[in-house]
């Protein structure tokens, strides 16, 4: 079998990455289209994809730093999910960045959060338990509380700190 690898997304192909975006993030926790598409001119947003046979079967869109990287979005095809896809293509990922990767993580409240955390657990990400709002994507939207996973330890407060300072200013211009 394939090694199953993410690569840099095209502009043309933007179509089929904000479809899977669309269909995987409800509306608070993702971009309006046309500025998910301007994100496209920022220095440090970097989409991936992934591809079989000319089609777009998972998405995942990172913000790289200095010293860390951030996964805003991963996301994998309805038909893909629970084929071990999405943890093929994180792992390979993962195995070839040499930055700290943090992400965000909705509290393990009910059975699909806490199966997302294990998800991440299981690839070697610790949940921190630091207090973190998510800002708002867009206009109208109110901020709302989410965990923060760290690759591949977990991290100190001063650490946090920054890398939130740092989001907040960078992915959402706060």
């Known amino acids: 079998m394939m090694k199953k690898k993410f690569i840099d ?60 990287v951030f996964i805003e979005h991963l996301a994998v095809d309805n038909k893909l999910r629970g084929k071990g896809v999405g943890t093929s293509l994180i792992d390979n990922y993962l195995k070839e960045c040499n930055k700290e990767v943090f992400l965000e993580v909705e509290p ?10 294990k998800f991440y657990e299981k690839l070697n990400f610790y949940l921190n338990d630091f207090y973190y709002l998510q800002q708002p994507l867009n206009e109208g939207d109110l901020p709302f509380e989410l965990k923060i996973m760290s690759y591949d330890k977990k991290i100190d407060s001063k650490d946090f700190e920054e890398y939130k300072n740092i989001i907040y200013k960078e992915v959402y211009g706060k």
């Open 9 to 68: 997304m095209k502009k043309e192909e933007f179509e089929s990455f904000f479809n899977i975006l669309e269909k995987s993030f409800p509306d608070n926790e993702r971009r309006k289209y046309v500025d998910q598409l301007s994100l496209l001119d920022k220095e440090n947003y970097r989409p991936l994809i992934f591809k079989e046979r000319d089609e777009v079967l998972a998405i995942m869109a990172t913000w790289e730093f200095e010293k860390f």
């Open 108 to 117: 393990p409240q009910c059975e699909i959060s806490t199966k997302r955390i």
